[in-house]
């Protein structure tokens, strides 16, 4: 009797991740976990919530001055480009994807090359906005990623050996995909880019085991969602939303809304909450409607395939206010809420069960298309001027009207991951102050040719400045202080007990400020441009932070006269790892 019981504690230690050795590999319990285990970094956004916070404190405010490097290793090749990379640490060993579709696994210690894989991309991918990478998924003895060409490669983390792949959709069509795939109720979440093709968004589940699909939700109001079978027999799920009801004719059927960013999970509501992006063609004048489910988040219930409810941040989208950007869940006034920082300039605080608005308020200085977000409504007070015109009101029926706009397309935020941290319950927002010229043209969809009716210049708004890193109270709506940058900041940021907050820029630092104050305690320069998110993990009795390294992303490709002015900066591939000097 006695050691039976024995047995049955030591099972129920080695399912929760005990001895860490884990010899089951990562478990759901594990990633439902990851953000109280510090000395692993199994999803990204430090948990599946995505608060990208740490608990660790051996690095704190006092001593980070102390902070030096531990290791550097180069991705090599003569691939560069933007690394948007956000590294995994399990068993000892770190997962880090690069640019091109390739990962690298390494000694988390020593930074000692275990394994490579570079995935062959085919000719005549079509990356909207640069060859980019943000991370990979872990479970069990797999580690995961998705392609520029669409496909999902999983690879036994000890050898590097590929045990499936899957292809996600036609790259030919303009799908391709660059987020971390996320892991909830022991399913592989992932999503599609290409909202600039034409695509149909969509949110896929599959055994992450095997590849095979579970079920497949559109993001696209009018299209069906699908479940399969063990044999991969598909039946239909219900369709999303209701048919030409926020979408007039026929271009719901090429109508973007792409989840290129990925999702957050929560356990506590069983809810996965993917952002879209923009409804397609950009040229909003020929699809009068709200576009469901374009520019929103959708929590999508996981283990049904079904969207439980949706807040559309931009409806009717006329900007390219992808709302993609990560919807973290946190606690305030006794409720389990999310925190988004949307491309629009405005900050959303939302009940994460029902999706109903509790606040909105803008996290940049200069917002011009809407006045302001309806607390009753949820709905954005609309600037008509604002809009770029209709170009077949114009005498030559070419160009619409052109307007200046902020922020511009590029977002309030982008891609780069804010962080929120439950002791100073502030959310730390790597924001941009920018805006545009925009203006309309006529457009109709061509297969892997790009669905915009539109043109556009992006433009500074100020000599001084245009990324601010923002400590903001989601209480009160508050910016309670910012640090200003030069360039536009397009790397994440991560908080910790220690009361810090790091965050790269594309000048090269990686910083960290005091969560309370914001002021520069350390800096470090990694030799290339920061557009990625930072991580920290221990091992033995040290505490390590990495960041990855590698000027590229959007800006350079799209920026108009930000381009110019960042265009002295030198590109990279490399991960910084470091300790403090003393330990
Ligand atoms: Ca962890
Ligand atoms: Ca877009």
């Given at each position: 009797?006695?050691?039976?019981?024995?047995?049955?504690?030591?099972?129920?230690?080695?399912?929760?991740?005990?001895?860490?050795?884990?010899?089951?590999?990562?478990?759901?319990?594990?990633?439902?976990?990851?953000?109280?285990?510090?000395?692993?970094?199994?999803?990204?956004?430090?948990?599946?919530?995505?608060?990208?916070?740490?608990?660790?404190?051996?690095?704190?405010?006092?001593?980070?001055?102390?902070?030096?490097?531990?290791?550097?290793?180069?991705?090599?090749?003569?691939?560069?480009?933007?690394?948007?990379?956000?590294?995994?640490?399990?068993?000892?060993?770190?997962?880090?994807?690069?640019?091109?579709?390739?990962?690298?696994?390494?000694?988390?210690?020593?930074?000692?090359?275990?394994?490579?894989?570079?995935?062959?991309?085919?000719?005549g991918i079509m990356p909207c906005c640069d060859?980019?990478?943000?991370?990979?998924?872990?479970?069990?003895?797999?580690?995961?990623?998705?392609?520029?060409?669409?496909?999902?490669?999983?690879?036994?983390?000890?050898?590097?050996?590929?045990?499936?792949?899957?292809?996600?959709?036609?790259?030919?069509?303009?799908?391709?995909?660059?987020?971390?795939?996320?892991?909830?109720?022991?399913?592989?979440?992932?999503?599609?880019?290409?909202?600039?093709?034409?695509?149909?968004?969509?949110?896929?589940?599959?055994?992450?085991?095997?590849?095979?699909?579970?079920?497949?939700?559109?993001?696209?109001?009018?299209?069906?969602?699908?479940?399969?079978?063990?044999?991969?027999?598909?039946?239909?799920?219900?369709?999303?939303?209701?048919?030409?009801?926020?979408?007039?004719?026929?271009?719901?059927?090429?109508?973007?809304?792409?989840?290129?960013?990925?999702?957050?999970?929560?356990?506590?509501?069983?809810?996965?909450?993917?952002?879209?992006?923009?409804?397609?063609?950009?040229?909003?004048?020929?699809?009068?409607?709200?576009?469901?489910?374009?520019?929103?988040?959708?929590?999508?219930?996981?283990?049904?395939?079904?969207?439980?409810?949706?807040?559309?941040?931009?409806?009717?989208?006329?900007?390219?206010?992808?709302?993609?950007?990560?919807?973290?869940?946190?606690?305030?006034?006794?409720?389990?809420?999310?925190?988004?920082?949307?491309?629009?300039?405005?900050?959303?605080?939302?009940?994460?069960?029902?999706?109903?608005?509790?606040?909105?308020?803008?996290?940049?200085?200069?917002?011009?298309?809407?006045?302001?977000?309806?607390?009753?409504?949820?709905?954005?007070?609309?600037?008509?001027?604002s809009r770029p015109g209709d170009p077949t009101?114009?005498?030559?029926?070419?160009?619409?009207?052109?307007?200046?706009?902020?922020?511009?397309?590029?977002?309030?935020?982008?891609?780069?991951?804010?962080?929120?941290?439950?002791?100073?319950?502030?959310?730390?927002?790597?924001?941009?102050?920018?805006?545009?010229?925009?203006?309309?043209?006529?457009?109709?969809?061509?297969?892997?040719?790009?669905?915009?009716?539109?043109?556009?210049?992006?433009?500074?708004?100020?000599?001084?400045?245009?990324?601010?890193?923002?400590?903001?109270?989601?209480?009160?709506?508050?910016?309670?202080?910012?640090?200003?940058?030069?360039?536009?900041?397009?790397?994440?940021?991560?908080?910790?007990?220690?009361?810090?907050?790091?965050?790269?820029?594309?000048?090269?630092?990686?910083?960290?400020?005091?969560?309370?104050?914001?002021?520069?305690?350390?800096?470090?320069?990694?030799?290339?441009?920061?557009?990625?998110?930072?991580?920290?993990?221990?091992?033995?009795?040290?505490?390590?932070?990495?960041?990855?390294?590698?000027?590229?992303?959007?800006?350079?490709?799209?920026?108009?006269?930000?381009?110019?002015?960042?265009?002295?900066?030198?590109?990279?591939?490399?991960?910084?790892?470091?300790?403090?000097?003393?330990?």
């Amino acid at each position: 009797m006695k050691s039976k019981l024995i047995r049955l504690s030591i099972a129920a230690a080695l399912a929760a991740g005990a001895f860490g050795a884990h010899a089951a590999g990562v478990t759901d319990a594990m990633i439902e976990a990851d953000a109280k285990s510090p000395k692993d970094v199994l999803s990204w956004g430090m948990g599946p919530q995505g608060q990208r916070y740490s608990t660790l404190s051996q690095i704190n405010a006092r001593n980070v001055a102390k902070l030096v490097p531990a290791w550097s290793f180069s991705f090599g090749g003569e691939k560069q480009r933007g690394q948007e990379s956000q590294p995994l640490i399990h068993d000892g060993k770190m997962f880090v994807t690069a640019s091109y579709s390739r990962i690298y696994a390494l000694d988390a210690k020593t930074g000692e090359k275990l394994w490579k894989y570079e995935h062959r991309l085919p000719d005549g991918i079509m990356p909207c906005c640069d060859v980019v990478n943000r991370g990979a998924a872990l479970f069990e003895n797999l580690v995961i990623f998705s392609t520029l060409d669409a496909q999902l490669i999983a690879l036994d983390q000890k050898t590097g050996e590929v045990v499936w792949k899957d292809k996600v959709d036609d790259y030919a069509a303009g799908y391709s995909n660059t987020a971390a795939p996320l892991i909830a109720k022991g399913l592989l979440l992932t999503g599609v880019s290409g909202g600039e093709f034409g695509i149909v968004g969509r949110v896929e589940a599959r055994d992450p085991r095997t590849g095979q699909l579970v079920w497949m939700r559109p993001t696209v109001e009018g299209h069906m969602g699908y479940k399969y079978d063990k044999d991969g027999k598909q039946t239909e799920n219900g369709i999303s939303g209701t048919a030409n009801k926020s979408w007039p004719g026929e271009l719901w059927k090429t109508g973007g809304a792409a989840t290129w960013l990925g999702g957050t999970y929560d356990p506590s509501t069983g809810l996965a909450y993917f952002g879209t992006g923009n409804p397609a063609p950009w040229n909003s004048h020929l699809r009068p409607g709200d576009n469901l489910y374009s520019s929103a988040t959708v929590a999508i219930d996981v283990a049904t395939g079904q969207i439980k409810w949706h807040y559309q941040t931009t409806p009717h989208d006329g900007w390219d206010f992808d709302g993609v950007n990560e919807f973290v869940t946190f606690d305030m006034n006794g409720k389990r809420l999310g925190g988004k920082a949307d491309r629009n300039g405005f900050f959303y605080v939302i009940d994460a069960k029902n999706g109903k608005l509790e606040n909105a308020f803008p996290f940049v200085k200069k917002i011009t298309w809407a006045t302001g977000i309806d607390l009753k409504t949820g709905r954005p007070n609309y600037v008509e001027e604002s809009r770029p015109g209709d170009p077949t009101k114009a005498d030559d029926s070419k160009k619409g009207k052109t307007v200046f706009s902020a922020p511009s397309f590029l977002g309030g935020k982008n891609q780069q991951p804010m962080a929120y941290s439950p002791k100073t319950n502030y959310f730390y927002v790597p924001a941009n102050e920018w805006g545009m010229d925009i203006w309309n043209e006529p457009i109709s969809y061509k297969k892997g040719a790009a669905f915009l009716g539109a043109g556009f210049t992006i433009k500074p708004l100020s000599d001084e400045y245009i990324g601010a890193l923002r400590a903001i109270d989601p209480k009160t709506g508050k910016i309670v202080w910012e640090v200003k940058n030069n360039a536009p900041l397009w790397g994440g940021v991560m908080t910790t007990a220690g009361d810090l907050v790091f965050y790269g820029t594309p000048e090269g630092f990686l910083k960290a400020l005091d969560a309370k104050t914001g002021k520069e305690l350390w800096k470090f320069q990694t030799g290339s441009g920061v557009v990625a998110p930072p991580i920290t993990w221990q091992e033995g009795n040290t505490q390590y932070v990495a960041v990855v390294s590698g000027w590229g992303g959007a800006v350079p490709l799209w920026g108009g006269e930000v381009a110019k002015r960042v265009n002295f900066l030198e590109q990279g591939g490399s991960v910084w790892v470091f300790k403090l000097s003393s330990i």
